[in-house]
């Protein structure tokens, strides 16, 4: 069974980077079929897609953080990545990587990691 | 973007009764892509609905869903304790992907 964990910092000072790293068990990143996703929760907000990866690298990002994002891969540690430079307040959220399928109708996302709280404050 | 809006935002039901949960879109969903999440406290989401009435593997027949174009609808026929928690929309037919705000099951 496919599993997805968080990991990263707690707590980020305000201008500095955001990273996260996501580890997959129970299968491998690299396969053909899957796109992997990272999405976030401000506290009190509704859900925001932040943007995806494939295996190969290939990315696909929400327009409203394009500037700011950068996901990557690392298939020999079947990890993938968030980046989110110059964070502000507003960035506080729960972040969640998510796997979704390949096929058009068949996007939504299952497996969700556990979801971890990331403050951004001095 | 395609604005989801759930409504209820609470909805309070005693076990066993109907809860009927509503999502409308901005804009049609194209090919009625839409999917209902079900999010316990502390856990991860969990995906009940696809392609806006396609069941998920291992979820009770209890939870159905239905609509097209820019209506969609989450039904639980009859609420166990289990049922009680935070359930989402979200549509992955246009990007970028976009959900709802939540609709929070709670005991009356």
């Known amino acids: 069974q496919l599993r997805l964990q968080e990991s990263g910092p707690g707590l980020v000072k305000p201008s500095e980077t955001l990273s996260l790293t996501c580890t997959v068990s129970?299968?491998?990143?690299?396969?053909?079929?899957?796109?992997w996703g990272w999405i976030r929760q401000p506290p009190g907000k509704r859900l925001e897609w932040i943007g995806n990866?494939?295996?190969?690298?290939?990315?696909y990002y929400n327009p409203s953080l394009k500037s700011r994002v950068t996901i990557s891969v690392d298939t020999s540690k079947n990890q993938f990545s968030l980046n989110l430079t110059s964070v502000t307040a507003a960035d506080t959220a729960v972040y969640y990587c998510?796997?979704?399928?390949?096929?058009?109708?068949?996007?939504?996302?299952?497996?969700w990691g556990q979801g971890t709280l990331v403050t951004v404050s001095s | 973007d395609i604005v989801l809006t759930q409504s209820p935002g609470t909805l309070s039901l005693s076990p066993g009764e109907r809860a009927t949960l509503s999502c409308r879109a901005s804009?049609?969903?194209?090919?009625?892509?839409v999917a209902w999440y079900q999010q316990r406290p502390g856990q991860a989401p969990r995906v009940l609905i696809y392609g806006a009435s396609s069941r998920a593997t291992g979820i009770p027949d209890r939870f159905s869903g239905s609509g097209s174009g820019t209506d969609f609808t989450l039904t639980i026929s009859r609420l166990e304790p289990e049922d009680f928690a935070v359930y989402f929309c979200q549509q992955y037919g246009s990007s970028p992907r976009t959900f709802g705000q939540g609709t929070r099951v709670e005991v009356k």
């Open positions: 129970g299968g491998s990143i690299s396969t053909t079929s899957y796109y």
């Open positions: 998510a796997k979704h399928e390949r096929m058009p109708a068949r996007r939504w996302f299952d497996p």
């Open positions: 990866i494939y295996y190969s690298g290939s990315t």
């Open positions: 804009q049609t969903v194209s090919s009625s892509y």
